[in-house]
């Protein structure tokens, strides 16, 4: 009986998708999907493949039912109207907009064209929509609520270094929800007793400089996240570790590859379900109709390998509350 439903539901859901990819196969070109990563494809690779899993499942195929023209930051927030700019130019159907800047970037290019963000961290206060509820205009996706969690972070940071006294927040002060995380963590630090020092990072040239300055100051690193800091989170740990600072990060990405600590939401549940609010516009819901979502996963991670090589032990009832340890 199961089968035989599961049978139904997928034909029905085939039956839906078609129209729209038969009108536009009539048309001369398959529905197209505009994507902008701020950051790299490398970066961005695990959550791309959630993305384009989900739409799959939907019905949605690339090279078959959908083409999708992807377009890289690399890290380069100055690149993101030009690209912006390119995809309103090739007429897609839709565009997904990976980061705030590349969000806008879109919006100021059309306000015709439907635009999905997977990730924002103060939609609000970034001028991309007008509530989360009624988002108005052609913009909807998901809130990182990421202004919100610094303090959860820097709460899980001195649990883990309960000795801990003197903190830098690194930090991309271009990027307008980077500030409004950079006051939480510096509200929270500072009512925890912390000393905290700022690392201004505006390009990755600066990432540098900016360990050599904070050598022998402190004694942890708060990375907020961004897509500049996200594209160059390699050469952040590299150094860190160099220097033998501990990192807390809001990415699961950058404890991947050397970071201690992260807590935020999980970005791969948050692209797929991107995926279906743009199954949503494909078909055609207007953005201004789809209520702007949360995240409802949030992990904590640790990365083991990089904690004992610094001579850390993590408190076993941090290792007891987090998503996953890698060892």
């Known amino acids: 009986m199961s089968s035989r ?12 998708a078609w129209p729209l990819a038969a009108r536009a196969q009539q048309q001369g070109k398959l529905p197209t999907l505009g994507f902008i990563v701020a950051t790299t494809a490398s970066a961005e690779s695990e959550r791309i493949s959630a993305f ?33 700019t390119e995809l309103v130019r090739l007429k897609v159907d839709a565009i997904v907009a990976q980061s705030s800047p590349a969000v806008l970037a879109a919006k100021q290019a059309t306000s015709v064209i439907p635009i999905v963000f997977p990730v924002s961290g103060d939609p609000i206060g970034s001028g991309l929509v007008a509530s989360l509820a009624r988002p108005g205009g052609n913009v909807t996706g998901l809130s ?5 969690l610094g303090g ?24 307008p929800v980077t500030r409004v995380e950079m006051r939480e963590v510096q509200d929270t630090s500072r009512a ?16 540098v400089p900016a360990f050599e300055a904070l050598k022998g100051r402190v004694e942890a690193i708060y990375v907020a996240a961004s897509p500049l800091l996200n594209a160059n989170r390699v050469r952040i740990n590299t150094w860190a570790l160099a220097e033998r600072l501990p990192t807390m990060h809001g990415m699961r990405e950058s404890v991947e590859v050397g970071g201690v600590l992260s807590y935020g939401p999980n970005f791969p549940d948050l692209f797929r379900r991107a995926a279906e609010i743009v199954d949503k516009v494909l078909r055609g819901t207007k953005p201004a109709d789809i209520p702007v979502e949360q995240p409802t996963r949030f992990d904590l991670v640790v990365n083991l390998v990089t904690a004992k090589a610094l001579g850390l032990t993590i408190p076993p009832t941090l290792l007891a509350r987090a ?5």
């Open 5 to 16: 439903r599961d049978f139904i539901t997928l034909l029905g859901g085939a039956a839906v």
């Open 52 to 84: 384009l899993q989900r739409l799959r499942e939907l019905g949605w195929i690339e090279g078959r039912t959908i083409a999708i023209e992807f377009r890289y930051g690399e890290g380069h927030a100055d690149r993101l109207s030009e690209l912006a």
């Open 144 to 148: 990182l609520q990421q202004t919100e």
């Open 152 to 175: 959860k972070r820097i709460e899980f940071l001195r649990e883990a270094l309960p000795g801990l006294r003197r903190l830098a927040i690194m930090a991309d002060v271009d990027n």
């Open 192 to 207: 925890l007793g912390l000393d905290v020092v700022t690392a201004e990072i505006r390009r990755k040239e600066d990432i």
């Open 323 to 327: 998503d996953e340890v890698i060892e």
